[in-house]
């Protein structure tokens, strides 16, 4: 049985964006993606929606010798946060943790200048941040990139995706204030499952894309 349920990025961020027109209006606020597969979905919304459009990097500080474990990360606008409870268990040094995120930062910085091209970010505080993503597996990085997204400020902090199991969707619900899940599969394995065209974007398209909704709200001038 065919899974596809978008087109491809830019038919699931348009489906996006009528599935939150219909809830409710959206005043004030910033459409923030997740690159680079997450630009794509967030122009459309962000389009829709009338919103300025910016990115939101997030790395992982993986906790040394276990990379896969987060004990915190970084995002845009200078933000670290970290699990101080893991770090006092793990026994991990104020060095340590330095070493991780000085690497980290630095590609967070590389990722900054490719994709803004030296525009400012956009404004968070004291709006409703929209985080957008074209799916979510573990929640992993959106997790991530809510708890730093506290630390700018918004004045809601709302996850959309297109598509999401069931359970990561719950998990979400307990940090965001607002959790809007188009396509909630029982039968999950991967995002691009959903996709008919789940092609890697490129940073080309993310630069195309931000280029495109900077014209469109010149406020990261």
């Excluded at 993986?62 to 670290?80: F, N, W």
């Excluded at 004045?155 to 619900?173: N, Q, T």
Aim: hydrophobic residues 45%; proline residues 6%.
């Amino acid at each position: 049985m065919a899974q596809d349920r978008f087109l491809d990025r830019r038919d699931a961020g348009r489906q996006l964006a009528a599935r939150l027109l219909e809830r409710h209006g959206w005043p004030d606020t910033t459409v923030l993606a997740l690159p680079r597969g997450g630009v794509p979905v967030a122009y459309e919304v962000a389009y829709a929606l009338r919103a300025p459009l910016d990115v939101f990097l997030v790395r992982k500080l993986g906790l040394p010798g276990h990379e896969e474990v987060a004990m915190g990360a970084i995002a845009s606008g200078g933000v670290r946060v970290l699990n101080d409870d893991l770090v006092r268990r793990a026994g991990v040094s104020e060095r340590a943790i330095a070493a991780v995120e000085a690497r980290e930062q630095a590609e967070l910085a590389r990722r900054e200048r490719a994709y803004r091209e030296g525009r400012t970010p956009a404004p968070v505080e004291g709006r409703t941040a929209l985080l957008i993503d074209d799916g979510v597996a573990t929640g992993a990085t959106l997790r991530a990139g809510l708890q730093a997204l506290r630390s700018l400020s918004p004045a809601r902090a709302v996850v959309a995706v297109p598509v999401a199991p069931p359970e990561a969707c719950r998990m979400l619900e307990t940090q965001a204030d607002e959790v809007v899940c188009l396509f909630t599969p029982g039968d999950f394995m991967a995002v691009g499952q959903f996709y008919a065209d789940f092609h890697q974007t490129t940073d080309d398209e993310v630069r195309d894309l931000l280029t495109r909704a900077a014209s469109l709200h010149p406020t990261q001038e």
